[in-house]
């Protein structure tokens, strides 16, 4: 187990270091946001792969999503999330986090997050049929 | 009128691996962004200085050091206690010189390269826990002591032990309290 004021910061520094390294047309086109999200898509799979290493085979979709939204989630930040921005920025990294879950479960995915009351967040899953 | 009973507020956890998948992640992307070794080694250390500074507060705060007096003693703390709350681990301390401020920190286990086997190829100058020369560095700033960190010797570029050297730079005011760190 870690301490979670390490992640924290070390999740402050590396949205401020993305926005702070680009060029203004970057950070307009969004260009920031995927690259954070892209590093989260990475830790997510690497997360997902060590948590099911020993774990039965999921049913359907819905049992992956059940998974990924309990036993994922707590295992990770072990509690609810509760204080994370609200910005698109901070939760950039978190969305492709799931994403990249999903994908080494087989689910091809889009997630994206809206904050419209505090402290909640909601994380939209759009699972991608091929 | 009474004082509340003194709790121990519940510091949150989190899973290890997400600490150091999100490191690993950061300096892939980091290698993706610039060509020289150089280049991802200063980055690391100038992010490691702003989570150091920010990080020694919280350090303070929960871990009840008492004040110091000399160099050796705050190098013992920064292994013994800041490593062992933050990473797990703690890593031994050696005096360099007679002058007593240069230390090294000799690291036995490094989580951080948990999951790495060897850096990448064309990339042997790179410092991949360069992360933590930063921190040290911004977290000693914080309490008034300056100081050069470095990697002297890292077992991911072939050498037999892990070692970050600290060396302060200023003298230490005899007659003055040190800040604790």
């Known amino acids: ?88 920025q901070y939760l950039a990294f978190t969305c492709g986090l799931i994403r990249g879950g999903l994908s080494n479960l087989g689910i091809k995915s889009i997630v994206t997050a809206e904050v419209s009351s505090m402290p909640a967040c909601k994380f939209q899953v759009m699972i991608q049929k091929l | 009128m009474s004082r509340p009973a003194h709790r121990r507020p519940e510091y949150h956890k989190i899973n290890k691996d997400l600490f150091v998948l999100t490191y690993g992640a950061l300096v892939a992307q980091l290698c993706k962004d610039y060509e020289k070794d150089e280049d991802v080694n200063k980055y690391l250390d100038n992010m490691g200085y702003g989570i150091g500074t920010r990080l020694v507060e919280d350090f303070l705060a929960r871990s009840c050091v008492r004040r110091c007096h000399s160099y050796s003693e705050i190098t013992d703390i920064i292994a013994q206690v800041a490593f062992k709350m933050y990473l797990g681990i703690t890593p031994s301390v050696i005096c360099n010189n007679s002058s007593r401020n240069e230390f090294s920190l000799i690291l036995d286990k490094n989580p951080l390269v948990e999951f790495v086997e060897e850096l990448p190829a064309g990339r042997s100058s790179l410092c991949y826990c360069n992360l933590l020369c930063g921190i040290i560095r911004g977290a000693l700033e914080m309490v008034h002591l300056a100081a050069d960190v470095t990697f002297l010797q890292d077992r991911l570029k072939g050498d037999s032990v892990t070692e970050i050297g600290i060396t302060f730079l200023k003298k230490q005011d005899e007659k003055k309290h040190r800040r604790k760190k």
């Not at chain 1, 979670?4 to 070390?10: G, P, T």
């Not at chain 1, 520094?13 to 680009?22: D, N």
């Not at chain 1, 086109?29 to 999921?58: H, P, S, W, Y």
Request: contains cysteine.
């Open chain 1, 1 to 88: 187990m870690a301490d979670e004021a390490l992640f924290l910061l070390l999740h402050n520094e590396m949205v401020s270091g993305v926005y702070k390294s680009t060029e203004q047309g970057e950070v307009e086109n969004g260009r920031c946001i995927t690259k954070l999200e892209n590093m989260g898509f990475r830790v997510g799979q690497g997360l997902i792969e060590r948590f099911t290493k020993d774990t039965a085979r999921f049913k359907d979709e819905l049992d992956i999503m059940k998974f990924i939204c309990k036993d994922f989630w707590t295992t990770v930040f072990k509690k609810q999330i509760d204080n994370l921005r609200t910005n698109h």
